[in-house]
């Protein structure tokens, strides 16, 4: 087990530790919320380093990321537990273990092994993926520095609540945050994720883009009548366009009923389209609906010609018109990150 990068010893050896925004302070021999880091003798340690849970190639389009590499294969591996407890869980076989043993079990697969992995499964990069990364994030760390020795892409699908300091820790090797943004208040965070103080999650993806120069997506699972309404949807489009920028994508997501949340219905197609006008008001240039198979927005349009530039169906994807970064028709700036260092950088 290895001791935790971020803690700090208190009195009593008691630790907190600062990988997630918890910043939990926890007594000897307890365990933080996430159930995967323990204080063991007053120093902390993580219990799930490399116990994979789930691994698998899949296009870059499931994560979803739209305008990283696309067309591209992802090596996409997941751990155990999570920081949050949604009710809505897609992953919830996963996430919702609260057992470290169950963790400690699973099978081990090292940095060193993932990579080869990755390479054998002719994957052009890594996503940690399927539960949070951010609680197993020193296995992420050492996996990631490793990617990008071999060239390797690198992206985190998080719940965004890594701290400032851990994600200056990773920054360095992450090419991609692709975060969940549940909603714009208190009272939607409290009851999707039990979770109080969530506007760091915002501030923390700002410095991945500013900072770290990652390339950054937002997905929002749109939930009738929890967090469909126009302050939700509006906060969060007006915050993607004025903290991250115009180019930024917004995956907004048809949810079905799962694990603690099968009163609820599916989310009406009207739902999404009213989200998709929501953000094109707000200016954002790109918003896609999610799981709506066959759905006219799956494809990027060029926002200045009207031009088609990457046709999706499902998860196949076709580059039809980009060069680099840009419309390969009129040359507008379409913010794409591709293979080759094609880039587009504020
Ligand atoms: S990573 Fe786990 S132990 Fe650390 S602050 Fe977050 S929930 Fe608490």
Redesign the pocket.
């Known amino acids: 087990m290895p001791e935790?990068m971020?803690?700090e010893k208190l009195s009593g050896s008691r630790v907190?530790?600062?990988?997630?925004?918890?910043?939990?302070s926890?007594n000897p021999g307890r365990?933080?919320?996430?159930?995967?880091?323990q204080n063991v003798g007053g120093t902390?340690q993580n219990l799930s380093y490399a116990r994979v849970s789930s691994m698998t190639a899949d296009p870059i389009e499931k994560k979803p990321l739209f305008h990283f590499f696309p067309g591209t294969q992802a090596f996409s591996v997941g751990g155990w537990g999570c920081?949050f407890q949604c009710r809505g869980c897609q992953n919830w076989q996963i996430s919702s273990v609260r057992n470290h043993n169950q963790a400690y079990g699973a099978r081990e697969i090292l940095p060193e092994q993932l990579i080869e992995l990755t390479e054998r499964n002719n994957c052009q990069g890594i996503a940690w993926t399927y539960n949070e990364p951010?609680?197993w994030?020193e296995y992420t760390l050492d996996g990631a520095r490793l990617a990008k020795e071999k060239g390797l892409y690198t992206v985190y699908v998080t719940n965004g609540?890594l701290?400032p300091e851990a994600l200056d820790i990773i920054g360095p090797y992450l090419d991609a945050w692709r975060v969940d943004v549940k909603g714009f208040t208190d009272s939607v965070y409290r009851r999707l994720a039990r979770i109080t103080h969530w506007r760091e999650i915002l501030e923390v993806a700002e410095r991945a883009k500013t900072k770290w120069n990652m390339h950054v997506e937002v997905i929002t699972n749109i939930i009738p009548t929890l967090n469909d309404d126009d302050e939700q949807l509006q906060g969060i489009a007006r915050w993607i366009h004025d903290g991250l920028g115009e180019l930024t994508p917004w995956h907004v997501t048809r949810f079905h009923p799962q694990y603690q949340m099968t009163e609820l219905p599916s989310t009406p197609i009207a739902t999404l389209e009213h989200a998709y006008d929501i953000g094109r008001a707000a200016g954002l240039r790109f918003v896609y609906l999610g799981n709506v198979p066959g759905h006219e927005s799956e494809s990027t349009v060029c926002y200045s010609c009207g031009k088609l530039v990457v046709a999706r169906s499902g998860y196949q994807t076709n580059v039809v018109a980009l060069n680099g970064s840009k419309c390969g028709y009129c040359g507008a700036e379409l913010g794409f990150r591709m293979p080759g260092g094609g880039g587009h950088n504020d």
């Open positions: 935790a971020l803690f907190r530790c600062g990988t997630c925004q918890w910043r939990c926890i365990f933080g919320v996430c159930r995967m880091y902390l920081n951010g609680i994030f609540y701290t």
